[in-house]
């Protein structure tokens, strides 16, 4: 393991968010009902660093093992016989990995590490590369929905055995949230609170998924594509709000992301254009929150609004982030999203009728 520090989260401000649902919480509001043994997680502290941690993870597949790559960051080193802090697994979209999606470094532009915000907040947060991706191994298929279900369930022992704790929740963005709803239906007992940031229902009406329909054949066929510098950088200005965004960040995110090289896995994007829906809503027991940039345009209102009304628990919010595209986490208006998730996380337990 090792450890490492990184610049300090700014204040949170309380800005106002466009629901379609009422948050019934606010950003310091009581421990989620997470088995119930741990502290109030506290509200971001200035100066103290974040710890992080490795950790492994292998998966069985028909052509071997695979190791699969955890990452870790909390405020100070676990140390036995403590009370387990709520503990909070991130999910990965389709382009690029866990630590360049949640644990990006921006020099000299304020704090871009979703990891480090919430755990200063005072979650034990958790990430992995999945299949393909990143530090992971790869068992050279692409990566899909299915497979990155099977990868959630490798992880999951790890996560238990290192936290003491059985239940997690869950926040995936874009595919990401795909993959975190297609893990909460698949095992259930494992999901506390499921946060789903730029989800995707169906796909009616979507222009991203109509443009990238038109490689379907290709996705089918290769269980690699090309993911340059030009492409991550139109992940922040396809949506026509490249204003929302420093290009900074998507440089950063470039430098990082091609140290792994220039392909990644296309099972995702396959899933995405010729798969939809991978997710039953009426099969998710647990609360739920639907995030998105008002300006995404990886699925419409009307779309996430069908998931969201068959949500079989009343425990739920719908949250419209405003001048915000795809990628809510390295928007200008991040803090909104940080705000959202912690909110969402730290809802009192509702009382049974």
Not at 61 to 87: D, F, I, S, Y
Not at 103 to 129: F, H, I, Q
Not at 141 to 167: C, F, H, M, W, Y
Not at 239 to 248: E, G, H, P, Q, V
Request: proline share 7%; aromatic share 8%; hydrophobic share 40%.
């Amino acid at each position: 393991m090792k450890q490492c520090s990184r610049s300090p989260a700014p204040a949170i401000a309380r800005r106002t968010l466009l629901q379609a649902a009422t948050l019934a919480a606010g950003a310091g509001l009581a421990l989620p009902a997470a088995e119930g043994s741990a502290a109030e997680p506290p509200t971001p502290t200035s100066d103290a660093p974040v710890w992080s941690g490795e950790y492994w993870a292998k998966k069985n597949t028909e052509k071997g093992e695979v190791n699969l790559n955890l990452w870790r960051k909390r405020m100070g080193a676990p140390k036995a016989g403590e009370a387990p802090l709520p503990v909070l697994f991130l999910v990965h979209g389709s382009s690029n990995s866990a630590r360049t999606s949640f644990d990006l470094a921006v020099p000299a532009k304020g704090e871009y590490s979703l990891m480090n915000v919430l755990a200063r907040y005072g979650y034990d947060v958790w990430t992995m590369d999945h299949d393909g991706y990143g530090h992971s191994g790869s068992s050279g298929n692409n990566s899909d929905v299915a497979s990155s279900v099977a990868d959630l369930k490798a992880a999951i022992p790890v996560v238990q055995r290192e936290t003491g704790r059985s239940k997690f929740h869950f926040h995936g963005t874009s595919s990401g949230a795909i993959r975190a709803a297609a893990f909460a239906q698949a095992q259930p007992e494992a999901v506390d609170r499921l946060v789903l940031v730029a989800f995707t229902y169906k796909g009616t009406g979507s222009p991203t998924l109509r443009d990238r329909a038109k490689q379907v054949e290709f996705y089918r066929a290769n269980n690699r594509r090309t993911r340059d510098r030009a492409m991550i950088r139109s992940i922040f200005t396809r949506d026509n709000l490249a204003s929302s965004y420093d290009m900074a960040v998507a440089d950063a995110m470039a430098d990082e992301e091609l140290k792994f090289g220039d392909q990644v896995p296309t099972g995702t994007y396959l899933d995405m254009t010729a798969n939809l829906p991978l997710v039953d809503p009426t099969k998710i027991p647990s609360p739920v929150a639907m995030i998105r940039g008002d300006h995404d345009g990886i699925a419409t209102m009307g779309d996430l609004f069908d998931f969201y009304r068959q949500l079989p628990n009343g425990d739920r919010v719908f949250i419209s982030l405003p001048n915000t595209a795809h990628s809510p986490g390295f928007a200008n208006n991040r803090h909104l999203l940080w705000y959202a998730t912690h909110a969402f996380l730290a809802a009192p337990t509702p009382v049974a009728g």
